[in-house]
């Protein structure tokens, strides 16, 4: 379902090139994947695991293959990722043509990275390990438990903290077309559950924003301030937090 929805988005986005290229984009990667689960379980077999029970032979190749599998999935994931990046050289305002290609190749390639992660008990354990790999650069004292999108385009301050199913994306579409511009929130910031910042938001430092607001595209939020509502509004003014 997952990437179902991220099909609809990019559709929505995308009005003068064939949308089958899309959808055989994201065939291909999941196909890709489940190419490496099917070698992995060959080569796994082909370990002498004679010397366990008969039981505990048939568990040892399910865990193998499942750990073996994610961990290389994962990493081929971020490498086409990375690749993509590295064409869109952070690129904001319009993407056309092969750039909008290489932006659905990256953002598919982080969507099943996600959809992955979110299905086993890595991504509590290492939270920031994920979003590093597909391009987030972290901070110290940042806590993030939020949906991001285009990662590289996503500056967050020392301290910050985004709250559960918050959502981050710097990326939008106007007029038929697909258009990013990098989001800024600055240091101890705190962003509340289902709270919602979109491209080209700048947040200052000390700012905290409630659950559920959201902060519209292109948005600059004072410093030393509280935040609420759709759209957001200012409601208090803080102190200035001491260094």
């Known amino acids: 379902m997952k990437l ?7 559709k929505t986005c995308i009005s003068d090139v064939n949308l089958m290229i899309y959808l ?5 990667l999941i196909c890709l994947c489940l190419s490496i689960v099917y070698f992995v379980f060959i080569g796994v077999n082909l370990l002498d695991l004679s010397f366990l029970p008969l039981i505990l032979q048939g568990l040892a190749i399910i865990l193998l293959t499942f750990l ?7 990493i081929i994931l971020a490498f086409i990722n990375k690749i993509a990046r590295l064409f869109l050289r952070d690129k904001e305002g319009e993407l056309t043509g092969f750039e909008t290609i290489l932006w659905t190749i990256k953002e598919t390639a982080w969507d099943i990275a996600r959809l992955i992660t979110k ?21 110290k004292g940042v806590s993030i438990m939020a949906d991001l999108w285009d990662l590289e385009l996503i500056d967050v301050g020392r301290g910050t903290l985004i709250g559960t199913n918050a959502m981050i994306t710097a990326h939008h579409i106007r007029g038929g077309k697909l258009y990013r511009k990098r989001i800024k929130i600055g240091e101890n910031c705190t962003l509340g559950i289902l709270s919602v910042v979109l491209p080209g938001a700048e947040v200052g430092d000390n700012v905290m924003i409630s659950a559920g607001s959201l902060v519209p595209a ?3 939020l004072d410093s030393n301030s509280i935040y609420s509502g759709v759209p957001v509004k200012k409601v208090k003014e803080l102190p200035p937090l001491k260094e």
Do not use: A, E
């Open 24 to 28: 055989i984009i994201q065939l291909l």
């Open 68 to 74: 073996t599998s994610y961990f290389m999935i994962i």
């Open 119 to 139: 299905k086993v008990v890595l991504l509590p354990l290492f939270p920031d390990i994920l979003t590093r790999l597909f391009g987030f650069k972290k901070r």
């Open 218 to 220: 292109n948005w600059k």
């Open 4 to 10: 179902l929805s991220h099909f609809k988005r990019i």
